[in-house]
């Protein structure tokens, strides 16, 4: 069983629309969970963090964490055509301070 | 404020050919990573640094790679030899201080190709 599991998607929403990235992850004891954006062939760009149960909002992106169902996800509103990009779920598990990320979720919006 | 530097940003090199990579971290982070990423797989780690301290460097190939952070600054990785199974992007990353609620941020990243 993996660390953390995302759906590689791709996904595709149409400009304006809700996307919606969902990442299940394996620990228990994990304690911290971040959402990274990558552009193709570039390198991961933190967008999100939490550590709490519930929603965090910032702006188009809302991240949800629900430690019960072991299950962080990430939504991002009115979706523009730059929002395209992989996004990476990355959870720390504070045991040993050991950080993993998923595969990856392939965005796409069209326009 | 600068980010995480990186050298060189690529590499073209024949198998069983040394390689060197080079990472700066943001200035104050005391925390530094390096990770292996390969083509549509998430970001892998390497090895982790508390200052100049390795702790954890479990996933280091340790055959054929080693790391240094000498100063608890600048960090270098190296590959001796390079197998065609290296190609990748090799990423620094680095966050303030060891602890879960830390956040990474990475560095552009150095692509490597094995021929």
């Known amino acids: 069983q993996k660390e953390v599991e995302q759906n590689s998607g791709p996904l595709s929403v149409p400009e304006g629309a809700i996307a919606s990235l969902n990442c299940t992850y394996s620990?228990?004891?994990?304690?911290?969970f971040f959402w990274y954006r990558q552009y193709s062939g570039k390198s991961p760009e933190l967008i999100m963090s939490?550590?709490?149960?519930g929603d965090k909002e910032d702006g188009r992106f809302t991240a949800q964490l629900n430690k019960a169902s072991q299950y962080v996800s990430l939504l991002i509103r009115d979706s523009q055509p730059s929002d395209s990009a992989t996004y990476l779920c990355?959870?720390?598990?504070?045991?040993?301070?050991?950080?993993?990320f998923g595969t990856g979720t392939s965005l796409t919006v069209i326009p | 404020e600068a980010g995480v530097v990186q050298s060189p940003r690529y590499k073209i090199i024949e198998k069983k050919q040394p390689v060197a990579f080079w990472c700066n971290p943001i200035?104050?982070?005391?925390?530094l990573y390096w990770y292996r990423q390969n083509l549509g797989q998430g970001p892998e780690l390497l090895i982790r640094?508390?200052?100049?301290?390795?702790?954890?460097d479990s996933q280091l190939p340790k055959d054929r790679f080693s790391a240094e952070r000498l100063k608890g600054v600048d960090s270098t990785l190296k590959i001796q030899p390079a197998e065609l199974g290296d190609s990748a992007v090799y990423l620094c990353?680095?966050?303030?201080?060891?602890?879960?609620?830390?956040?990474?941020?990475f560095g552009p990243g150095t692509r490597l190709t094995v021929l």
């Open positions: 990353a680095s966050s303030l201080r060891l602890d879960p609620y830390n956040e990474q941020f």
């Open positions: 620990d228990r004891g994990s304690q911290s």
């Open positions: 939490i550590y709490s149960n």
């Open positions: 990355a959870v720390n598990r504070w045991r040993g301070n050991q950080f993993y």
């Open positions: 200035s104050g982070h005391n925390t």
């Open positions: 640094y508390e200052n100049e301290e390795a702790v954890d």
